[in-house]
């Protein structure tokens, strides 16, 4: 699996409007600033999350997005299903019925399509944000935060 730009970018967000105080609202510009993503783009990803309900928009001065759950309540698959991403196998290999490899094999990549499926559904925001601490303060990093 290969994770795409919409991914990629999307994890960040998320990630980074967890570190929020309170998971209070911040703005695009000062997202896209803080992970070095182009805000136009960011954007429209954070759009199509708020209508999976992963995010909530706030309006006004201080408004931005904000997280609509706890980062423990919001799973790495979630995220990439909100954005379009998907882990599906490709469907143009059909299984040659005359050779018990073929079906060895599709039955392998079935299997691990769905051990995949469920990691993607078991990591969490909180997971990964305690993954990002843990690699910084290793690193003797204090309070910068770009993944």
């Not at 991914?7 to 960040?12: E, I, L």
């Not at 299997?111 to 003797?140: F, N, P, V």
Request: charge should be neutral.
């Amino acid at each position: 699996m290969k994770l795409t730009t919409r991914g990629h970018y999307s994890v960040k967000a998320l990630l980074d409007l967890s570190l929020q105080p309170g998971y209070g609202p911040t703005s695009v510009k000062m997202i896209a600033q803080r992970q070095d993503l182009p805000a136009p783009y960011l954007e429209k990803l954070l759009i199509e999350m708020r209508r999976a309900n992963l995010v909530n928009s706030v309006r006004g001065s201080q408004g931005g997005y904000q997280l609509a759950r706890e980062p423990s309540k919001i799973s790495l698959g979630q995220i990439l299903a909100a954005v379009g991403e998907t882990i599906e196998p490709l469907h143009h290999h059909q299984a040659d019925a005359t050779q018990a490899e073929d079906w060895v094999t599709l039955t392998l990549w079935h299997r691990l399509h769905e051990k995949l499926k469920d990691a993607l559904y078991s990591i969490t925001l909180a997971d990964l944000y305690y993954d990002a601490r843990s690699w910084q303060a290793a690193q003797g990093e204090q309070t910068s935060f770009v993944i």
